[in-house]
C-alpha cells in the first residue's frame, strides 16, 4: 500500500491567492482528517469526514478555509483568500474505522504564504 | 475536558542512554493513550497505543509505555537511544468511542554520539 498520499509537498503563494491541497487516502479507510501544524498551536483538527461525509468542521479556522471528499479517494484542503497566517504544514490522515483507531499520516504540504 | 502536557520540549541523551519522555494526560474517562514519532519532513507514525488490556505497551522500534492511572502518567521509554530514534515524539489521548485525538505540543529528542 502508498500509504496516504499528499499533493503539493511543499506550496509558496501569495497572499490572496487560493490554495488547493490535496489528499489521496489509504484504500479501504473510512476515516479522513485534515490536520494544521504550527510551531505556536501544535496539531489542530481542521475537520473530519466519515464516509465521505463531514461528520466536524468545528476545527475550520474561518470562512475562507473549505474542505470537500467527493469520493473515498480524494479529498481537497481549499484556502480562498489565503494569508500569511494560513502558513503551516498541513497534514491529511485516514484510519479504518471511526473511534480511536490508529491514524496514518500523509507527508504534509508545507505551505507558504508570502 | 481532555489534555495532554508532555514535560519538555527538548530533551538530548547520548547514544545508548536511557530516554525517558514524559507525557501527562487528564481525562474524566478512561482514556485511549498514543504515541507518535515525527521524523523530519514525514508525517507522524503510530509507535504505541494503550486500549487498557494492560498497562505495559510495547510498540515498534524497542519503544516502550507505562500506563499509570495513580499518576495520569503515560511516559514513554527505551532502554538504549540509537541514533536513528532522533525525531519528534507526541503523546495523544482520544476519550474512547470518539474520533477527537487531543496531540501534545511534542518533545523534539536529539541523541548525542
Known amino acids: 500500500d502508498a500509504g496516504v498520499i499528499q499533493s503539493p509537498r511543499h506550496e509558496v503563494t501569495e497572499m490572496g491567492q487560493e490554495v488547493t491541497l490535496r489528499c489521496k487516502p489509504i484504500?479501504?479507510?473510512?476515516?479522513l482528517f485534515w490536520y494544521r501544524q504550527t510551531m505556536m498551536r501544535g496539531l489542530e483538527l481542521l475537520i473530519y469526514?466519515?464516509?465521505?461525509?463531514?461528520?466536524?468542521d468545528s476545527g475550520m479556522p474561518e470562512d475562507r478555509f473549505s474542505a470537500k471528499m467527493p469520493n473515498a479517494s480524494f479529498s481537497t484542503l481549499k484556502i480562498q483568500p489565503s494569508e500569511p497566517r494560513d502558513s503551516a504544514v498541513y497534514f491529511c490522515?485516514?484510519?479504518?474505522?471511526?473511534?480511536?483507531?490508529?491514524?496514518?499520516f500523509g507527508s504534509g504540504t508545507q505551505l507558504s504564504v508570502l | 475536558a481532555q489534555s495532554v502536557t508532555q514535560l519538555g520540549s527538548h530533551v538530548s541523551v547520548s547514544e545508548g542512554a536511557l530516554v525517558l519522555l514524559r507525557c501527562n494526560y487528564s481525562?474524566?474517562?478512561?482514556?485511549?493513550l498514543f504515541w507518535y514519532v515525527q521524523y523530519p519532513n514525514q508525517g507522524l507514525q503510530l509507535l504505541l497505543k494503550?486500549?487498557?488490556?494492560?498497562?505495559l505497551v510495547k510498540g515498534i522500534n524497542g519503544f516502550e509505555a507505562e500506563f499509570k492511572k495513580s499518576e495520569t502518567s503515560f511516559h514513554l521509554t527505551k532502554p538504549s537511544a540509537h541514533m536513528s530514534d532522533a525525531a519528534e515524539y507526541f503523546c495523544?489521548?482520544?476519550?474512547?468511542?470518539?474520533?477527537?485525538?487531543?496531540f501534545g505540543t511534542g518533545t523534539r529528542l536529539k541523541v548525542l554520539a
Open positions: 490522515a485516514s484510519s479504518p474505522g471511526y473511534a480511536n483507531e490508529k491514524l496514518f
Open positions: 484504500s479501504g479507510h473510512n476515516s
Open positions: 469526514f466519515n464516509n465521505n461525509v463531514p461528520i466536524d
Open positions: 481525562s474524566s474517562v478512561p482514556p485511549y
Open positions: 494503550y486500549t487498557s488490556a494492560a498497562t
Open positions: 495523544a489521548v482520544s476519550k474512547r468511542g470518539t474520533y477527537k485525538y487531543i
